[in-house]
């Protein structure tokens, strides 16, 4: 049986309705990866219930995770943004092998309040379950939250990096318009040993940065797009044992089905363009990822 679907909160849904793609229609799946890999930020619990309530097409749990792993990803990481989403993540977790799972509070939903002693005790208890490997997504989200919100979402980070480091698992952070901001965060803070940049979407020079201080990048479907060179230019410097691979589903579809929605099978159309940008062969990036992957996440089985 399917685990249960979670409430999605007033903040948590307006974020998924701002974001989601304009053409329901789901892309054609790509051709299988020579080798398998694994997509290091997905978000489940969207795909099967959010999207399902405008009426995109009905997608089963099960059957999206069979049809990535006939395509070559048969791993996933399943991340939670908020209380809700984080338990049904830690429970897809427990049910599937296939899954690892994260959990944290959005920085978006911090900003607006949801970062109470409470919320933050319950993604602690969470984070000691043994198939919770991160807390994420976290971070600082200058973009969707006003400055009247910066500070309790930098509080509410830096709790989140105290949470993983007590746990020993990794930290997946979410930057937008806060590069600066989040690096003089983890540079007093000191970061956990494996921290993940999710979706990176910055420039070359600032990836340097990052990858100076030990930092993976993951990028998602965005280093496809014509009007992300930069990002591009970020990849092709990025190290194979400092990268990952996601798509951020149902967001951030690659191309060339920017606009509409987006789910873990359609993983291999980023892997390629990476393997362009990088100059390495498919075989090897996919092995590399994995490898990455497992480094960071630890063993799913």
């Not at 409470?118 to 969707?144: N, S, W, Y």
């Not at 937008?176 to 901001?181: G, K, N, P, T, V």
């Not at 987006?262 to 363009?273: C, G, K, V």
């Amino acid at each position: 049986m399917p685990p249960r679907q979670p409430r999605v909160s007033r903040s948590r849904s307006a974020r998924a309705n701002r974001q989601r793609p304009l053409n329901k229609q789901r892309p054609e799946a790509p051709d299988p990866l020579p080798a398998t890999a694994v997509d290091s930020h997905c978000h489940l619990d969207i795909i099967a219930e959010s999207m399902a309530q405008d009426g995109y097409p009905q997608v089963d749990v099960d059957e999206e995770l069979a049809a990535a792993a006939a395509v070559g990803i048969t791993r996933v990481v399943q991340v939670g943004v908020d209380v809700d989403s984080s338990r049904w993540s830690a429970d897809l977790a427990h049910r599937r092998p296939d899954v690892l799972a994260m959990v944290a509070l959005h920085p978006n939903e911090a900003g607006a309040g949801a970062a109470t002693e409470e919320a933050l005790a319950e993604i602690d208890r969470l984070a000691a379950q043994p198939r919770v490997r991160g807390i994420g997504e976290t971070g600082l989200d200058h973009f969707r939250t006003g400055q009247d919100g910066w500070a309790v979402q930098e509080q509410a980070f830096r709790a989140h990096i105290d949470i993983a480091k007590r746990h020993d698992v990794a930290l997946m952070i979410h930057t937008r318009d806060a590069y600066e901001d989040m690096l003089r965060v983890l540079d007093q803070e000191g970061a956990p040993e494996h921290t993940v940049l999710h979706c990176y979407s910055s420039d070359a020079e600032t990836a340097r940065r990052c990858l100076d201080r030990g930092l993976v990048l993951s990028f998602s479907g965005t280093v496809t797009f014509s009007n992300a060179r930069a990002t591009a230019q970020a990849a092709a410097i990025t190290p194979l044992d400092q990268m990952l691979v996601e798509t951020d589903a149902p967001f951030l579809t690659p191309m060339p089905f920017r606009g509409r929605p987006n789910a873990p099978y359609l993983t291999p159309y980023t892997i390629r363009s990476l393997a362009e940008l990088t100059k390495t062969d498919l075989a090897t990036l996919c092995q590399g990822l994995t490898a990455t992957a497992e480094r960071v996440f630890g063993p799913w089985n």
